[in-house]
T-cell receptor, first 115, second 114 residues
Framework: GAGVSQSPSNKVTEKGKDVELRCDPISGHTALYWYRQSLGQGLEFLIYFQGNSAPDKSGLPSDRFSAERTGGSVSTLTIQRTQQEDSAVYLC?????????????FGPGTRLTVL | AQTVTQSQPEMSVQEAETVTLSCTYDTSENNYYLFWYKQPPSRQMILVIRQEAYKQQNATENRFSVNFQKAAKSFSLKISDSQLGDTAMYFCAFMNSGNTPLVFGKGTRLSVIA
C-alpha cells in the first residue's frame, strides 16, 4: 500500500503568518508522530498521537505550535505567527501495534522556510 | 531522559571498503529498541537496521550489521562493501518501548568515494 504522505513538499511563508502542514499516515496505523529537523541537526520530537488517547505534546517548543488528528487518520500541524527559527523540515511518521509495531515509517517531509 | 550521541559528524569511505559509524546512548531502562536510519538527499528516512535490547545476537541486514554492546551502551553500524548509493546521513535512534517517540542522534554524514 501507499506510504506516509505529506503536503506541501515545500512551504515558504512570511514571518508572522500561520501555516498548516498535513500528514496522511499509512492506513490502519494507530500511532502518528511529528518531528522537526533543523539544518544540520537530528530529528526533534514534537507531538505524538496513539489511538484515541490524549496526544503527548511534550515536545512542542511553544504554544504557537499545535496539532490535531481527525478520525484517527490525517493529522495537521499548525504553526501560528511563524518565526524565522521555525524554518526546518517537518517530518511525520506512523506505526502500528503488532510484532513489527515499533518500526516508524516516515513521510518525505515538508520544508518550511520563514522569510 | 534518554540521549543518543553520534561522535562522528562526517565520514568518508572508498567504494567497496568497510566503514563503522559510532553511536552511544544513555538510558536507565532495560528493555528498549535501537535503530539506524538512512536519510539520502531526498529527505526520505529509511530504516536500515534495528536491534531489540533483549536480544544478545547482533542484527544483520545484508551488507549492514551492528555491534550492540548493552553494558557499554554502544550501538555501532558497520557497512561492508560500501556502494555509492550508501552516501547519506545516518541517524542512530533509541525507542523506550513499542510505539513511542524516537530519540535521535545528530547524525553522521557518510560519503562513499569512487
Amino acid at each position: 500500500g501507499a506510504g506516509v504522505s505529506q503536503s506541501p513538499s515545500n512551504k515558504v511563508t512570511e514571518k508572522g503568518k500561520d501555516v498548516e502542514l498535513r500528514c496522511d499516515p499509512i492506513s490502519g496505523h494507530t500511532a502518528l508522530y511529528w518531528y522537526r529537523q533543523s539544518l544540520g541537526q537530528g530529528l526533534e520530537f514534537l507531538i505524538y498521537f496513539q489511538g484515541n488517547s490524549a496526544p503527548d505534546k511534550s515536545g512542542l517548543p511553544s504554544d504557537r505550535f499545535s496539532a490535531e488528528r481527525t478520525g484517527g487518520s490525517v493529522s495537521t500541524l499548525t504553526i501560528q505567527r511563524t518565526q524565522q527559527e521555525d524554518s526546518a523540515v517537518y517530518l511525520c511518521a506512523s506505526s502500528s501495534r503488532g510484532p513489527l509495531g515499533d518500526e516508524q515509517f516516515f513521510g518525505p517531509g515538508t520544508r518550511l522556510t520563514v522569510l | 531522559a534518554q540521549t543518543v550521541t553520534q561522535s562522528q559528524p562526517e565520514m568518508s569511505v572508498q567504494e567497496a571498503e568497510t566503514v563503522t559509524l559510532s553511536c552511544t546512548y544513555d538510558t536507565s531502562e532495560n528493555n528498549y529498541y535501537l535503530f539506524w536510519y538512512k536519510q539520502p538527499p531526498s529527505r526520505q528516512m529509511i530504516l536500515v537496521i534495528r536491534q531489540e535490547a533483549y536480544k544478545q545476537q547482533n542484527a544483520t541486514e545484508n551488507r549492514f550489521s551492528v555491534n550492540f554492546q548493552k553494558a557499554a551502551k554502544s550501538f555501532s553500524l558497520k557497512i561492508s562493501d560500501s556502494q555509492l548509493g550508501d552516501t547519506a546521513m545516518y541517524f542512530c535512534a533509541f525507542m523506550n518501548s513499542g510505539n513511542t517517540p524516537l530519540v535521535f542522534g545528530k547524525g553522521t554524514r557518510l560519503s562513499v568515494i569512487a
